[in-house]
């Protein structure tokens, strides 16, 4: 057994603010006390529920004002969202794209559907997404520019076409540097926004950083579609792409049947918007109980010796989608422990995903150092995090 305290200390916090008598606490649910059922009714009642129908155009819209994105095209998961980003940005077969490891499979999927390779880099220790100064040097090293004006990874030959930072678990990356690299390299920035609606980078949205940017409203994110995902772009000919390539690339016509080329069908059906609809009215509310959760977390740990509560990034407003525990000193026996005893008692507790880097068909990627990767893998444990579990908070005080 480990001997360290901190297991029963973490459960016996949890118990004094999280009731987990009736059942357990789970890491997020959603929530649905909006309009849910009657935007669903509608849809019912009017026989609107596949791919055509007025919430899918109404949510593009809502989403657009709410990101303050020029452009957006409501998909069928975050997945497929990122793989159309990739697509759009005009990443090839055989180029490679730089993406963190410490990811969501997701992210180097999306890279492999494009016939492209990953190209695994490291983190910062407080965004948790990509260090953009350590992938400065890096590129110094690597980074070769080529007669067509674009740079190669001087060891596989490869082009370097874009990258995608992801904001972990909601926390912003420092994009500000990230941005110059891209300028300087001359990739595309392709945000991986999944987890990070409602969180900004010096008051702006995620998202509208990138050249193109990825939603995703899974059942687990802050605001949920059942499955569903989004494309943000500035640019209005890449929007018009990716609707393009998320519609079998059908041409408009009143009967016709015409494609013009191999295309997907991403579209997200009516009645996901029309939760998606409900949802987003409501995600003001669940922003807010989310940030009075994490402050609650924060003043409840503060005493703890060796293990804190993960905060936002400088510059940065976070949706606190998902809170986590880290510890001073990565040990991860110790996580592990924490995480025995936490899911032993009924609240839910998970490690970060493993990273990219040790998964079996991703360990042979093109890698940088990623030091900074595993010390999170060791020390990072996500907890608790439904909105609605502020309300428990409050009944106690
Ligand atoms: C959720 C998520 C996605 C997309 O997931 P879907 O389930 O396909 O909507 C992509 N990247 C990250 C980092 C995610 O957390």
């Known amino acids: ?50 791919s055509v129908g007025a919430y899918v155009d109404r949510f593009e819209r809502d989403l657009a004002a709410f990101t303050g994105s020029a452009n957006v095209v409501a998909v069928v998961n975050g997945t ?9 940005a005009g990443v090839q077969p055989e180029d490679e794209v730089l993406i963190p490891s410490l990811t969501f499979v997701a992210t180097a999927n999306a890279v492999t559907y494009c016939g492209a390779i990953p190209h695994l880099i490291d983190v910062a220790g407080d965004t948790l997404g990509v260090d953009a100064s350590k992938l400065g040097e ?23 076409s874009a990258v995608v930072p992801m904001h972990t678990f909601g926390h912003p990356v420092e994009l500000e540097g990230l941005m110059e690299l891209c300028e300087k390299y001359r990739l595309v920035l392709v945000e991986d926004a999944a987890e990070s609606l409602g969180s ?20 687990n994110k802050i605001i949920t579609t059942g499955g569903g995902g989004a494309i943000l772009t500035a640019n209005q000919e890449w929007a018009r792409r990716a609707k393009h390539l998320t519609t079998t690339a059908k041409i408009p016509h009143r009967w016709l049947f015409i494609h013009d080329e191999t295309a997907y069908n991403y579209r997200l059906p009516n009645l996901n918007a029309a939760l998606g609809c409900a949802q987003l009215e409501q995600l003001p509310l ?6 009075k959760l994490a402050a609650q977390y924060v003043q409840k740990f503060s005493g703890i010796p060796g ?18 525990l880290r510890l001073d000193a990565p040990d991860i026996n110790l996580r592990d422990s924490i995480l025995e005893r936490t899911n032993g008692s009924g609240f839910m507790t998970r490690p970060t995903w493993t990273p990219m880097h040790k998964l079996e068909m991703y360990k042979a990627s093109p890698q940088m150092d990623l030091s900074m990767t595993e010390k999170i893998e060791s020390s990072v444990i996500n907890i608790p995090s439904s909105p609605t579990l502020v309300n428990s908070f409050y009944k106690e005080e």
């Open 286 to 291: 669940f922003l807010d109980q989310k940030r």
């Open 138 to 160: 890096y590129l110094k090293e690597i980074a070769v520019i080529q007669q067509d004006g674009r740079f190669y990874n001087k060891n596989t030959g490869r082009r370097l």
């Open 200 to 219: 900004y980078y010096k008051g702006k949205h995620t998202g509208t950083f990138g050249h193109i940017a990825a939603l995703s409203f899974n059942g």
């Open 307 to 324: 293990i804190s509560v993960v905060q936002e990034p400088a510059h940065s407003t976070s949706n606190y989608w998902l809170n986590a």
């Open 80 to 88: 497929a969202a990122l793989h159309i980003c990739l697509l759009v």
């Open 1 to 50: 057994m480990y001997s360290n305290d901190l297991p029963n200390q973490v459960v016996s916090i949890f118990r004094g603010i999280l009731s987990n008598e009736t059942q357990n606490v789970s890491l997020h649910e959603p929530t649905f006390k909006g309009n849910e059922w009657k935007y669903i009714k509608e849809c019912l009642d009017t026989g609107w529920v596949s």
